[in-house]
Nanobody, 122 residues
Framework: QVQLVESGGGLVQAGDSLRLSCAAS????????MGWFRQAPGKEREFVAA????????YYTDSVKGRFTISRDNAKNTVYLQMNSLKLEDTAVYYC???????????????WGQGTQVTVSS
């Protein structure tokens, strides 16, 4: 099992940047594919980005390509989501997730954090 704790959310203005972090504890972090998801008010949770165990592969939903970057530091058991050029529609609770299956970026994730709120204002 792995425990995930997100941090770094907050209130920012449109166009600003924010970096989310997700610290993992428990099993070997490097054995997990990691993902970021988000859920806006009144909407279903949606996939944002994923990164493979070693960090060599990444995948993004179209709406964040070119603006968001997912990365990981296996020595620190942490995955990051750098968010640039934030838009109003990026407002959501952001969750990190982990799974030990192979490279299936939009596949099932077995472990989830509690989420961190990101609010983008005009």
């Amino acid at each position: 099992q792995v425990q995930l704790v997100e941090s770094g959310g907050g209130l920012v203005q449109a166009g600003d940047s924010l970096r989310l972090s997700c610290a993992a504890s428990g099993r070997t972090f490097s054995s997990f594919r990691m993902g970021w998801f988000r859920q806006a008010p009144g909407k279903e949770r949606e996939f944002v980005a994923a990164i493979s165990r070693g960090g060599g592969n990444t995948y993004y939903t179209d709406s964040v390509k070119g603006r968001f970057t997912i990365s990981r530091d296996n020595a620190k058991n942490t995955v990051y989501l750098q968010m640039n050029s934030l838009k109003l529609e990026d407002t959501a609770v952001y969750y990190c997730a982990a799974d030990q299956a192979g490279w299936r970026p939009m596949g099932q994730y077995d472990y989830w954090g509690q989420g961190t709120q990101v609010t983008v204002s005009s």
